[in-house]
């Protein structure tokens, strides 16, 4: 039995030593201001807790170095404390989607409570293990000084109570995101709900000869095992072109090891998760095609009717021959750039639940909600106004969020099975980045 204090109540854990600490704050105790943005990689810093007065970061840190230790999430903030660096945060603007906020919160309360003075170039240092993908660092930095100052000085950070041009009118639920009290997807629970887990392809490009998921049916736990064949409705999807399968059928192809060949549901996510080792794939493995400016003379085509998915011809203004000739100088050459990931901290997450009226509704994350309905409703053979898609905040997004991850999925699963079904990806970035094999199609 491991014993330590939480928020100022002894705790007690029976099970793994090498549970997370993250892990045991989410799920067994409710604790969802801590985040899971990089699955356990230390990258990330939404999970940073306070240990013994120190940072920790709760998804590295196993639970058998709690044994006797203090742990203070925001919850067990002093509640002064917790107001004045909310309101800080708020009143800078250092608050957008909010994911990242309830770690940096975290890391700034230990800071002042040793420095409650600090200098710019010493909070600067104090926040290398958090990252922010919406803010920037200045404004975070600036609220950060501006709580230090409230509390030296006993003060209360005010707000602008006029809205309009001209007024800097509070974001939002700007306080309820930097404290970590508004859910995002990740952090919903519902009676009853499954859990989903994704199984992805193991090599960019194969062909896919058998999918055989009697093993995995087997074990304890497992609800059911979906394949291409349980579809109803439209496989392929896509925003613009209709390019992309919800499930990778047999006999057909994969394109990245991001294309899912089949899902499970099961009871827990850590059952869906072991479920999906007992899927046997049998691939004929082929060529990739790892390099974008070779794709348009490639003997190796990605999609059928070739690599090209569309040309766009823009004229403006004097015809180019013209506009060339009567140039002072002219250069020629091969212009990269390089390719940015939209990295929002946020996991890929959606929960789906069927309704009385034969229908869903869905909770998304996406930037695009009512493609979303359109496309699901096609994959599953439904009316559209049987879709019902809410929109929950988004943690980050930068254009990123637009396509179908996992809504589609849980979308499937719930209507299949009348029960609410979660769906977690957060292997999907993960796999591709560890693994960095992808195939390219212009």
Same mark, same amino acid.
């Given at each position: ?200 392809? %193991? ?26 064949? %349980? ?11 209709? %390019? ?76 180019? %021959? $013209? ?11 091969v212009f990269e750039t390089p390719f940015v990931e939209h ?63 996992? $809504? ?13 079904v979660k769906e977690i990806g957060r292997a999907v970035q ?13």
């Amino acid at each position: 039995m491991i014993k330590f204090t939480l928020n100022g109540q002894e705790t007690e854990f029976t099970g793994d030593e090498k549970t997370s600490l993250l892990h045991f704050l989410r799920e067994a105790k409710g604790i969802t201001s801590v985040k899971d943005g990089c699955s356990g990689q230390a990258a990330c810093g939404a999970c940073l807790v306070e240990l013994d007065g120190k940072p920790a970061l709760a998804c590295s840190t196993p639970l058998k170095r709690a044994v006797g230790k203090k742990i203070v999430t925001i919850e067990g903030f002093p509640e002064n404390v917790r107001r004045t660096l909310g309101r800080a945060f708020v009143a800078k603007g250092a608050v957008q989607c909010g994911y990242c906020t309830p770690g940096i919160l975290s890391r700034a309360k230990i800071l002042l409570e040793s420095n409650p003075d600090p200098s710019r170039v010493e909070v600067v240092k104090a926040l290398r293990a958090n990252v922010c993908r919406c803010t920037g660092y200045v404004k975070i930095i600036d609220a950060i000084l501006l709580a230090a100052q409230a509390l030296r000085q006993h003060q209360e950070i005010a707000w602008e109570k006029n809205t309009g041009i001209g007024y800097a009118t509070p974001k939002y639920e700007g306080y309820e995101k930097a404290l970590g009290i508004n859910p995002f997807i990740h952090d919903m629970k519902f009676e009853g709900l499954l859990f989903g887990a994704l199984k992805f392809s %193991d090599h960019p490009r194969a062909m896919v000869k058998s999918i055989d998921v009697s093993a995995a049916e087997q074990l304890p736990g497992v609800i059911r095992v979906f394949t291409a064949q %349980d579809i109803p409705g439209q496989r392929y999807q896509g925003i613009h072109v209709k %390019d992309w399968p919800m499930l990778v059928a047999e006999g057909e192809e994969t394109r990245c090891i991001g294309d899912v060949l089949a899902g499970v549901v099961a009871q827990s996510e850590e059952i869906a998760r072991q479920a999906l080792g007992h899927i046997q794939i049998d691939y004929e493995v082929l060529e990739p095609l790892v390099e974008m400016t070779a794709a348009a003379d490639s003997p190796v085509n990605i999609h059928p009717d070739g690599n090209l998915l569309k040309e766009t011809v823009i004229c403006r203004g004097d015809p180019v %021959d $013209q506009v060339l000739a009567d140039s002072a100088h002219m250069v020629e050459g091969v212009f990269e750039t390089p390719f940015v990931e939209h990295a929002f901290l946020e996991t890929e997450s959606s929960i789906a639940q069927p309704d009385a009226t034969n229908g869903l509704t869905v909770y998304s994350q996406s930037q695009g909600i009512f493609k979303d309905r359109q496309q699901i409703a096609s994959l599953l053979n439904l009316p559209e106004e049987k879709v019902d898609i809410v929109q929950v905040s988004a943690g980050g997004g930068f254009g990123g969020k637009e396509d179908l991850t996992v $809504q589609h999925h849980a979308a499937l699963y719930a209507m299949a099975l009348q029960r609410p079904v979660k769906e977690i990806g957060r292997a999907v970035q993960q796999e591709c980045r560890d693994r960095r094999l992808i195939s390219y199609a212009v």
